[in-house]
């Protein structure tokens, strides 16, 4: 198994400004990927990073609002800008196990936007 | 990409098996099935995955029918600590990676 923390686990912030929230994986990866849980809500594919080269993102997000890095294979960072009350949720990232598709996810960072 | 189809919530009592089934009638051919578990406040944890037939693990057995287009997650002898959310996912590697759309899920609630 993989293990993963992210950094902050949680935050409050003033609307419009921006978040950075990283995450770190104990062993190298291809592929990490970023959601956002609202409250009492499912998990939504934020976008895909692949180490070396642009996110991928889901419908309904763009790079201007969630940038994110991926500088190597062990490290990824989302950054939340912007930040309204809307925003206020739970990112979790998580990683692909290659030949099994399973993947593992970080404990998540809880933001509030006020 | 194949959309699940999930009770939204179930009640079970200690000791139980729970059995929750999942319709997914557009899987692809090379999709897998997978479920995971989430406690609250805390990410999702795999427990198990399939493609056809029975799959069995130390936690879960999975149950696939021939034309695929369902699955049940069998819980046997669930514990108060069961108690979470369970999300069945049909996996989409057209971009080459697996790339996870979760549904709704089932809150299972068991009880004493």
């Known amino acids: 198994s993989a293990v993963i923390s992210q950094k902050p686990s949680r935050d409050i912030c003033q609307r419009g400004t921006s978040l950075t929230i990283q995450c770190q994986v104990d062993?190298?990866?291809?592929?990490m990927f970023w959601y956002r849980q609202q409250p009492g809500q499912s998990l939504t594919l934020i976008a895909t990073?692949?180490?070396?080269?642009?996110?991928?993102?889901e419908s309904g997000f763009v790079i201007d609002k969630f940038p994110i890095s991926r500088p190597n294979l062990t490290f990824s960072t989302l950054t939340v800008s912007n930040m309204s009350p809307e925003d206020s949720s739970i990112y979790l990232c998580?990683?692909?196990?290659?030949?099994?598709?399973?993947?593992?996810f970080g404990p998540g960072t809880r933001l509030t936007v006020l | 990409l194949a959309k699940t189809t999930q009770p939204i919530s179930m009640d079970s009592y200690e000791g139980q098996e729970v059995n929750i089934t999942c319709s997914h009638n557009?899987?692809?051919?090379?999709?897998?099935i997978t479920w995971y578990q989430q406690f609250p406040s805390q990410g999702p944890r795999f427990i198990i995955q399939?493609?056809?037939t029975k799959v069995t693990n130390e936690v879960a057995s999975l149950f696939i029918p021939a034309d695929r287009k369902s699955s049940t997650l069998s819980l046997p002898r669930v514990s108060l600590s069961d108690t979470a959310v369970y999300y069945c996912l049909v996996g989409d590697r057209s971009g080459g990676y697996n790339k996870l759309i979760f549904g709704a899920g089932t809150r299972l609630a068991v009880h004493p």
């Open positions: 998580s990683v692909e196990r290659l030949a099994t598709d399973e993947q593992f």
């Open positions: 557009n899987i692809a051919t090379n999709d897998y």
């Open positions: 990073a692949n180490q070396g080269s642009e996110a991928t993102y």
């Open positions: 062993s190298q990866v291809t592929m």
């Open positions: 399939g493609y056809k």
